[in-house]
């Protein structure tokens, strides 16, 4: 049984496909069995709009590693990969951020990524990933959909739909991110 005074989950699901990515989240934030909020947005765009990024985790970490990874990407500029992996040392080795407890994945027109507090910064296989209480939901409804004729952002909406279907701590309120890929 979990702690009652646990935040719970999100889900955040990405898919590559036919020149588009997406990045898409629920909004629901719980604590124990309470919503508290059914519209955050978990989804946002960053580093001049050449990036969209997502968080499971909580808030105010999260909120800092969104500030930690737009200060990398303007020292590297159009160098997602660059700047992820620089973060993600930073993550792993400052006092402070070691004790964040968010997971993120970002993606721009080239490379998708997932990265964690543990130094990892993975791209997914299949140009599809989640996070979150929900992800693996997700996940398994996105890759079950890539092969057929839906575009990215339908293939994420119908796919975190299945999640909201699924996970308590998930819902269907989205925020949807889209940037053309290469």
Same mark, same amino acid.
């Given at each position: 049984? =979990?702690?009652?005074?646990?935040?719970?989950?999100?889900?955040?699901? =990405?898919?590559?496909?036919?020149?588009?990515?997406?990045?898409?989240?629920?909004?629901?934030? =719980?604590?124990?069995?309470?919503?508290?909020?059914? $519209?955050?947005?978990?989804?946002?765009?960053?580093?001049?709009?050449?990036?969209?990024?997502?968080?499971?985790?909580?808030?105010?970490?999260?909120?800092?590693?969104?500030?930690?990874?737009?200060?990398?990407?303007?020292?590297?500029?159009?160098?997602?990969?660059?700047? +992820?992996?620089?973060?993600?040392?930073?993550?792993?080795?400052?006092?402070?951020?070691?004790?964040?407890?968010?997971?993120?994945?970002?993606?721009?027109?080239?490379? =998708?990524?997932?990265?964690?507090?543990?130094?990892?910064?993975?791209?997914?296989?299949?140009?599809?990933?989640?996070?979150?209480?929900?992800?693996?939901?997700?996940?398994?409804?996105?890759?079950?959909?890539?092969?057929?004729?839906?575009?990215?952002?339908?293939?994420?909406?119908?796919?975190?739909?299945?999640?909201?279907?699924? +996970?308590?701590?998930? $819902?269907?309120?989205?925020?949807?991110?889209?940037?053309?890929?290469?």
């Amino acid at each position: 049984m =979990s702690d009652p005074q646990t935040w719970h989950g999100t889900t955040i699901l =990405s898919v590559r496909k036919g020149g588009k990515v997406v990045i898409a989240g629920d909004g629901q934030v =719980s604590l124990g069995q309470t919503i508290i909020k059914g $519209n955050a947005r978990k989804v946002r765009p960053l580093g001049a709009g050449h990036v969209i990024a997502g968080f499971a985790g909580a808030t105010a970490d999260a909120m800092t590693l969104f500030e930690r990874l737009e200060a990398k990407l303007e020292q590297y500029p159009e160098q997602l990969t660059r700047a +992820c992996v620089d973060m993600a040392k930073d993550w792993r080795t400052d006092r402070y951020l070691r004790r964040l407890e968010a997971m993120m994945i970002v993606a721009d027109k080239k490379v =998708s990524l997932v990265l964690t507090g543990t130094g990892d910064v993975l791209e997914p296989e299949r140009g599809v990933v989640a996070i979150g209480s929900g992800g693996n939901y997700a996940l398994a409804a996105a890759r079950a959909l890539i092969d057929g004729e839906l575009d990215a952002e339908a293939i994420a909406r119908r796919s975190m739909a299945i999640a909201a279907e699924i +996970c308590v701590y998930t $819902n269907a309120n989205l925020t949807v991110e889209t940037l053309e890929a290469v």
